[in-house]
């Protein structure tokens, strides 16, 4: 159900304070009705719908009334799977209409630029392609339900310390390429009811007082035509952010902005336009939003609860959403999946107490919770399976602890050893220090496998871990990161092979935090953080360095095998159409995550060795073949050209991978695309090597200075390159050396924009 806008309320007669009031709060979670405007009610929720009908605030203190808590982004992502995070859009839609929730907060689509960002967990990507294609998946999900959608946090939101003050400064193409290009894919196909603006600054400017963000770009250039919506606490005063483009600050502070707002209207300090701008796009979004609640009133009761019916339904699919998410990191000597009758020890509190979430405002109130110890149980059939802790919260471990664990794993045909980080260690609100296992999860890990080489480890986290200790003890890992709910359960089923794992990694697990791009740029000083990698983010800048990572991009196993072959390009206006066959090569049906990475080594422009342009998944039997065919979208082949201050397809020849990773490259094919026309106006601070690259520019040029001592002689006594010296070289310094002076010069560069 896509809502339809409704009857636009009639503002005409209302007062200056009544418009005003509009674009704030009413109280934490609702906007004001005023007039014909009625109420809206507003809510965290990118996994799960956290409405309190109690006590309210934004860290998830006071309780909530209960909802499925379906995998976080972090989870969610390693599906790489649109259609299945669209239906996960849709349900909780149906569970936010359900609780009277008019706008669901989310989804997160910030970059993950640091594997340290405390928040990470709640976004899915270091790459924008990724993050744009499933986020718009949710929203249309979401919104197909009537339920409105908030894109955050509008924008370079990258770490949580100091984030109400600290300015990302970052330069032009970065932030177009990599900060901005995701949101900009989610507005242009999803059209989200509204875009939640962040708390920081960007480039000295505070998001929510940017009118160049919310203004020139998200509204001018993209068609954004919905309500810019602050994060909580985001705004610092609204007669600056009214006029930028803000239309609905958050939370309400009982009336003490509106007056602000109008006295700054009467001293003449912010226009009275702005103010009725911004009501009317509030207006619009209650109408909207009324509308949806009366579809909904017509068909259900309106209980205001998940009713049970959706609270099971939800749950199967929070668990089928749960083992797509699931990526099988490693599994030597096939000891995955598990036998059923086979012996088990299960070690690791995270085994009867899952960590399946992460803290702060998107914390859930779930409907139920799979536990994996009694899930795991449940498929052993008659194996035994036997359970001890290992390790404690603490630091210093606990020597009776693990020496149980590994009596258990001596004893047993298997070990399964669950490992990550606990709630308090990674949350909203901080960023982490390390991306370190706790030592003494590690010394248990190192017991256990000593005493039994069959040891599974399954890893959860919100954030990216240093794993290489990992992968040098245990044979077979399961990184489920965060997985909702049903997570224990879909564990349990990928275990035991009831679900082939074909999840993949969203980020890169480095072998070391030196490694990263951001490392001496993270998390930022005196209330700044220079983006100094660039462009380089995430398998971007491991790929320009050829380091050695512990993991890559878009890696994931699966208990099958697959085979890449005949890849075919074909371009027309739209793109380039990539098809490859794949092929099932093992003895059981999987599902195959086909990647296609696009190359341009002769660029001439900066630009990672790869980037992810289109991905596709397929479900193949064993001996099944099948072609998986991709749009590489023209717009996505595009660099930001500051110069031009706009996007610029370059012309030339493209090579085009296809693949299991970024790492894992199976077939490669060229085509050649035609490119912009990008001509840039010639002035006297244009190099001679600037303007000869242009073929028409060039034989004007070379006509002019023809009789110039610079077009001939023999350099090769001076030990020197003379074209290249030249290239670097302003028109407008040519007149030093003769015998062209500067007026000719000017009047040579009006021919040439003129005549070019």
């Known amino acids: 159900m896509n809502a339809h806008p409704g009857p636009v309320p009639d503002l005409s007669g209302l007062t200056l304070a009544e418009l005003a009031s509009l674009s704030g709060g009413a109280d934490f979670w609702s906007t004001k009705a005023v007039g014909e405007v009625p109420s809206l009610v507003l809510t965290d929720g990118p996994h799960g719908v956290r409405r309190q009908a109690g006590a309210t605030d934004h860290l998830g203190l006071a309780e909530s009334l209960p909802a499925t808590c379906f995998p976080p982004a972090v989870g969610l992502a390693q599906s790489w799977d649109p259609d299945l995070v669209r239906r996960v859009g849709a349900a909780l839609g149906t569970e936010a209409g359900a609780l009277g929730v008019d706008v669901l907060l989310g989804p997160g689509i910030n970059i993950k630029r ?41 924008a370079a939101n990258n770490a949580e310390h100091d984030r109400m003050r600290s300015s990302s400064n970052v330069d032009p193409r970065t932030l177009r390429e990599i900060y901005l290009r995701a949101f900009q894919k989610v507005v ?26 919310l203004t020139t770009v998200l509204r001018e250039e993209w068609g954004f035509d919905g309500v810019v919506v602050s994060d909580w606490g985001a705004v610092r005063e609204r007669s600056a952010s009214v006029p930028a483009g803000l239309d609905l600050e958050m939370p309400g502070d009982g009336g003490a902005s509106d007056a602000r707002l109008v006295a700054a209207v009467e001293d003449g300090s912010c226009s009275p336009e702005d103010v009725r701008t911004a009501a009317s796009r509030v207006a619009a979004l209650a109408a909207k939003a009324a509308h949806a609640r009366g579809e909904r009133a017509a068909r259900e009761s309106g209980t205001h609860e998940v009713t ?43 085994a009867q107490n899952p960590r399946y979430q992460g803290g702060g405002s998107s914390h859930v109130n779930p409907t139920r919770l799979d536990v994996p110890l009694e899930e795991i149980r449940a498929l052993a059939g008659d194996g035994t399976v036997t359970f001890s802790h290992g390790y404690t919260d603490g630091e210093d471990g606990d020597a009776g602890l693990r020496e149980q664990a590994v009596r258990d794993a001596e004893n047993a045909d298997a070990a399964v050893v669950f490992l990550g ?55 077979a890992i399961l990184d489920g990161a965060l997985l909702g709910q049903a997570g224990g359960g879909a564990i349990a089923d990928v275990l035991f092979g009831r679900v ?75 793109g380039v159409t990539a098809s490859v066959t794949v092929t099932n090569t093992g003895d059981r049906a999987g599902r195959e995550v086909v990647q296609f990475y696009v ?37 996505d082949l595009a660099y930001w050209e500051v110069r031009a201050d706009r996007w610029v397809v370059e012309g030339g020849e493209y090579t085009v991978s296809a693949g299991a990773s970024s790492r894992d490259l199976r077939a490669e094919a060229a085509v050649t695309v035609e490119g912009d026309e990008l001509r840039l106006p010639v002035t006297l601070d244009s190099t001679l090597g600037e303007v000869m690259a242009d073929p028409k520019v060039a034989a004007v040029l070379g006509e002019a200075l023809s009789s110039s001592p610079l077009a001939s002689g023999d350099s090769s006594a001076l030990g020197m390159d003379m074209v290249r010296m030249m290239a670097s070289i302003p028109l407008g310094r040519l007149a030093s050396f003769g015998p062209v002076g500067r007026e000719e010069l000017q009047a040579l560069i009006a021919r040439i924009n003129q005549e070019a």
């Not at 242009?188 to 007082?209: D, L």
């Not at 700044?528 to 890696?555: C, I, K, N, Q, S």
């Not at 397929?618 to 023209?634: N, Y």
């Open 599 to 635: 190359s341009k080594p002769d660029s001439a422009v900066s630009r990672a060795p790869r980037e992810l342009k289109g991905f596709a998944g397929v479900t193949l039997e064993p001996g099944q073949s099948e072609r998986v065919s991709v749009l590489l979208a023209r717009e």
């Open 114 to 154: 640091d594997p340290r960002g405390g928040r990470n967990f709640e976004y899915y990507s270091e790459d924008p392609f990724l993050a744009g294609v499933l986020g718009g998946a949710w929203v249309t999900g979401l919104q197909g339900a009537g339920v409105g959608a908030s894109l955050k946090h509008f």
């Open 188 to 213: 242009r196909t999803s059209a989200p009811w509204t875009v939640m603006c962040s708390y920081n600054r960007i480039n000295g400017v505070y998001a929510s007082e940017d009118h160049w963000l």
């Open 308 to 350: 049970a019916q959706d609270a099971e339904a939800h749950h199967a699919l929070a668990r089928e959403v749960a083992a797509r998410c699931v990526v099988l990191l490693r599994n030597e000597g096939g000891l995955l999946p598990l036998a059923p009758g086979s012996s088990v020890a299960v070690i690791g509190g995270f």
């Open 500 to 574: 082939n794992p074909s999840g993949r990694l969203a980020e890169t697990v480095p072998v070391r935090l030196q490694d990263t791009p951001a490392y001496l740029n993270f998390p930022g000083e005196n209330s700044a953080v220079l983006y100094g990698e660039g462009l380089y983010v995430g398998y971007r800048w491991y790929d320009a360095r050829e380091t050695e990572v512990a993991f890559p991009f878009g890696h994931g196993l699966s208990y099958t095998s697959f085979a890449y072959s005949d890849l075919r390009l074909e371009q027309d206006g739209t």
């Open 421 to 475: 980080l606990a709630e308090h260690q990674e949350s909203e609100g901080f960023d982490r220090d390390h991306i370190e296992l706790p030592a003494e999860q590690l010394d248990l890990l190192a017991a256990v496998v000593g005493a039994q080489p069959r040891t599974v480890v399954v890893l959860s986290h919100g954030g990216v871990l240093r794993l290489a200790p990992v992968a040098e003890l245990a044979p």
